[in-house]
């Protein structure tokens, strides 16, 4: 009984932790070219009612996953042209670009509110799934619960082993160095942004299409905003991203699981409820005290505007 228990809640643990994954390793590699996109939650509810709405008309979960990231990037082209193009204050302009997307997700998805989708199966991976008490909780997930461990592996190799990687981060340190031996440093960030994008648009689908296939309005609940914390708990490392996005998604199903338990708390729903973001703030807390390891991983030019001409 305590070997199901515990399958039940490791497999509720990764699926809710995936869509952290995902947004957050995005968000990362937009932060490493130094652009600093608070937007997240409105990407990813944007990103949510397009897959729904998508998938509803096509019955393809995977056109809704696509129409999922096409709304994220656009979201995030968006946001590019007001910081990349125009300098407006990246700050300001990821928090605009938050509640416009919640906002505008909220009215385009009115006609879906009443409305579920057939749930997706999950893929069993043969031998795998079988491992007693961590098999079926690991190998028998969505496919894009796999797609965020091989996006993880994928950021790594991108970021630490290629020349590409090499030049994102020489953007996000030091732009103008980058710019005067040749490369083009908006380009660059327009293109780590349009992923970061995509991420939070994917990360979206994944609330509506394959978590709880349906659409309510705010059923993204801050999931952006603790993927952006996620980025600066894991110190800009994407390895640390996946601990801190289980980690915060086994928070949220304990608290579920003991409001479903019938265990008599003498404590409120609603605490319980806001687990999830008391214990993003007291890592935010705990590693801000540091600020050395901050400084260590963080980019330097973070939320710094820059100008080619200058």
């Given at each position: 009984?305590?070997?199901?228990?515990?399958?039940?809640?490791?497999?509720?643990?990764?699926?809710?932790?995936?869509?952290?994954?995902?947004?957050?390793?995005?968000?990362?590699?937009?932060?490493?070219?130094?652009?600093?996109?608070?937007?997240?939650?409105?990407?990813?509810?944007?990103?949510?009612?397009?897959?729904?709405?998508?998938?509803?008309?096509?019955g393809s979960p995977w056109l809704g996953v696509l129409a999922g990231m096409g709304a994220g990037m656009v979201m995030?082209?968006?946001?590019?042209?007001?910081?990349?193009?125009?300098?407006?204050?990246?700050?300001?302009?990821?928090?605009?670009?938050?509640?416009?997307?919640?906002?505008?997700?909220?009215?385009?998805?009115?006609?879906?509110?009443?409305?579920?989708?057939?749930?997706?199966?999950?893929?069993?991976?043969?031998?795998?799934?079988?491992?007693?008490?961590?098999?079926?909780?690991?190998?028998?997930?969505?496919?894009?619960?796999?797609?965020?461990?091989?996006?993880?592996?994928?950021?790594?190799?991108?970021?630490?082993?290629?020349?590409?990687?090499?030049?994102?981060?020489?953007?996000?340190?030091a732009p103008g160095s980058a710019h005067s031996i040749g490369y083009p440093v908006i380009r660059i960030r327009y293109?780590?942004?349009?992923?970061?994008?995509?991420?939070?648009?994917?990360?979206?689908?994944?609330?509506?299409?394959?978590?709880?296939?349906?659409?309510?309005?705010?059923?993204?609940?801050?999931?952006?905003?603790?993927?952006?914390?996620?980025?600066?708990?894991?110190?800009?490392?994407?390895?640390?991203?996946?601990?801190?996005?289980?980690?915060?998604?086994?928070?949220?199903?304990?608290?579920?699981?003991?409001?479903?338990?019938?265990?008599?708390?003498?404590?409120?729903?609603?605490?319980?409820?806001?687990?999830?973001?008391?214990?993003?703030?007291?890592?935010?807390?705990?590693?801000?005290?540091?600020?050395?390891?901050?400084?260590?991983?963080?980019?330097?030019?973070?939320?710094?505007?820059?100008?080619?001409?200058?």
């Amino acid at each position: 009984m305590e070997a199901n228990l515990f399958t039940s809640m490791l497999f509720a643990t990764v699926v809710a932790g995936t869509p952290l994954v995902i947004v957050a390793l995005g968000l990362l590699v937009s932060e490493k070219s130094g652009v600093l996109n608070l937007g997240a939650e409105g990407m990813m509810a944007m990103g949510a009612v397009a897959a729904f709405a998508v998938t509803h008309e096509t019955g393809s979960p995977w056109l809704g996953v696509l129409a999922g990231m096409g709304a994220g990037m656009v979201m995030a082209f968006l946001f590019g042209i007001l910081v990349l193009s125009l300098m407006a204050n990246q700050v300001a302009s990821g928090l605009a670009l938050s509640i416009f997307g919640v906002g505008l997700s909220a009215f385009v998805g009115k006609p879906f509110e009443s409305v579920a989708l057939a749930a997706v199966p999950p893929i069993r991976l043969p031998f795998l799934a079988d491992i007693p008490v961590i098999g079926p909780a690991l190998y028998n997930q969505q496919a894009l619960v796999y797609f965020s461990w091989a996006l993880m592996w994928a950021v790594v190799w991108f970021l630490y082993r290629s020349r590409a990687g090499l030049v994102l981060r020489a953007v996000g340190e030091a732009p103008g160095s980058a710019h005067s031996i040749g490369y083009p440093v908006i380009r660059i960030r327009y293109l780590a942004t349009l992923f970061g994008g995509a991420m939070a648009g994917i990360g979206g689908a994944f609330l509506s299409v394959f978590y709880t296939p349906l659409w309510v309005e705010g059923m993204v609940a801050g999931r952006g905003w603790i993927a952006l914390a996620l980025v600066v708990f894991a110190t800009w490392r994407p390895l640390r991203v996946i601990v801190g996005a289980y980690l915060f998604g086994g928070v949220m199903i304990a608290q579920l699981f003991v409001q479903g338990s019938g265990m008599e708390i003498d404590m409120p729903s609603q605490v319980l409820s806001s687990l999830p973001y008391w214990a993003t703030i007291v890592v935010l807390v705990i590693i801000s005290r540091n600020a050395a390891t901050i400084r260590l991983n963080a980019p330097v030019s973070l939320g710094q505007p820059y100008r080619a001409d200058t």
